[in-house]
């Protein structure tokens, strides 16, 4: 499974990308405007920014909901570096949009998706990835990670290439049940996946190495 993280604050991106571990990036409306960038200039070098410091799939959502405006807006930003993916969200001129970009050698991620039936949309029309929200559906007293193992089933029986991105990821647990579940990809914050490091028997096991190396 690869690692995404969602954010658009540099900081945590380096952080992440120092780990080691780290294939890309997902950034929306709320997280760039969390990290108070504004306007198409300020757009655009941030998202350049992001490219040069993680060499992998860079998501990049367009703000437009009518398909001439998704198309104009998508051609943008993927003209700002070959890794950026057009995120395009999950509503009627979102597939025919999709399945422009497919057809027109640009990838696609398709967001805010809730459903089954919208992951099977998304990738009849050529989306690179497919992003179910499972953190929302826990949200809404739903199983989130039910959803990602009902499209991993259905995407294997079906064959469609599409890469499924589990996204709204709360909890270290979460990025385990979603590689479980069949995930090829997860995005979160950087807290989530430096969660995974902890164990508190690996902090005593340390603590006691390290006590009997003195001996040594
Ligand atoms: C996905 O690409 C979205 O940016 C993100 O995962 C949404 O997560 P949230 O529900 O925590 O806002």
């Known amino acids: ?14 952080e992440a990308h120092d780990l080691g571990i780290l294939d890309g990036v997902t950034t929306n409306p709320s997280l760039m405007a ?6 198409e200039e300020a757009i655009i070098n941030h998202y350049k920014t992001i490219c ?13 909901t009518e398909f001439n405006a ?5 051609q943008k930003l993927a003209a700002i570096h070959p890794n950026i993916v057009v995120k395009v969200p999950m509503i009627k001129d979102g597939v025919k949009a999709i399945k422009w970009f497919t057809d027109n050698g640009i990838r696609t991620n398709c ?8 992951a099977i949309l998304a990738a009849k029309a050529g989306a690179a990835m497919v992003s179910p929200f499972i953190g ?14 009902q499209i991993a089933n259905i995407f294997s029986i079906q064959g469609y290439k599409t890469e499924i991105l589990a996204a709204s990821i709360r909890s270290s647990l979460h990025i385990v049940k979603c590689a479980e579940a069949g995930a090829d990809i997860c995005t979160c914050p950087l807290d989530p996946i430096l969660g995974m490091l902890k164990h508190p ?15 040594m």
């Open 52 to 64: 040069e410091i993680v060499d992998g799939d860079i998501s990049a959502e367009v703000l437009s």
């Open 136 to 149: 929302r559906i826990d949200d809404s007293n739903w199983d989130g990670v039910e959803l990602i193992a």
């Open 1 to 14: 499974m690869k690692f995404f993280i969602d954010t658009a604050n540099l900081a945590q991106i380096k």
């Open 70 to 74: 998704i198309i104009a807006e998508g």
């Open 34 to 39: 969390k990290e108070g960038i504004k306007g």
């Open 111 to 118: 967001t805010l998706v809730f459903s089954a039936g919208q």
């Open 201 to 215: 028997l690996t902090d005593i096991g340390l603590a006691k190495f390290l006590e009997d190396a003195k001996k």
